[in-house]
């Protein structure tokens, strides 16, 4: 009995919070994005070191020039046409900024043209809401 109050009231407090979502956090509220770029390159090969560099400097540090990070992994999809799962290297960039319309059309630019510049089917994105401080 005593844990569901516990539970209720956890739960009560969530729901009833007033003011901005960093009220009780150190930090201002922000969105955590996060792009998710395939390395692996149609017909073979990888975008290699120089060429993502390159995207980098020209593509998305002009767009959010004030900071992100730079994260190499490998990940894997699966195929629209065949429905094979893939795995290939990737690159996630995470960036902690203000929401803004005028954000998101920075987002569709980077992967727009990573799309076209490397012949990709898609550039993932996630977006999350956040409390940062710097």
Do not use: H
């Not at 980077?110 to 799309?115: E, G, L, M, P, S």
Request: glycine share 8%; charged share 20%.
């Amino acid at each position: 009995m005593r844990m569901a109050r516990l539970l209720l009231l956890l739960l009560l407090a969530g729901c009833s919070a007033a003011g901005p979502r960093c009220a009780a956090l150190p930090g201002q509220p922000q969105v955590t994005v996060q792009l998710l770029f395939g390395r692996s390159l149609k017909g073979g090969g990888v975008v290699d070191d120089a060429a993502w560099q390159d995207f980098l400097a020209r593509s998305v540090t002009p767009r959010f020039p004030d900071g992100l990070t730079v994260l190499n992994g490998s990940g894997q999809w699966r195929q629209r046409a065949t429905g094979k799962i893939v795995s290939e290297p990737s690159t996630v960039v995470e960036i902690v900024t203000d929401e803004s319309p005028e954000m998101f059309q920075r987002l569709d630019a980077i992967r727009a043209d990573y799309r076209q510049r490397f012949n990709q089917e898609s550039v993932g994105l996630v977006v999350n809401e956040s409390c940062a401080s710097f």
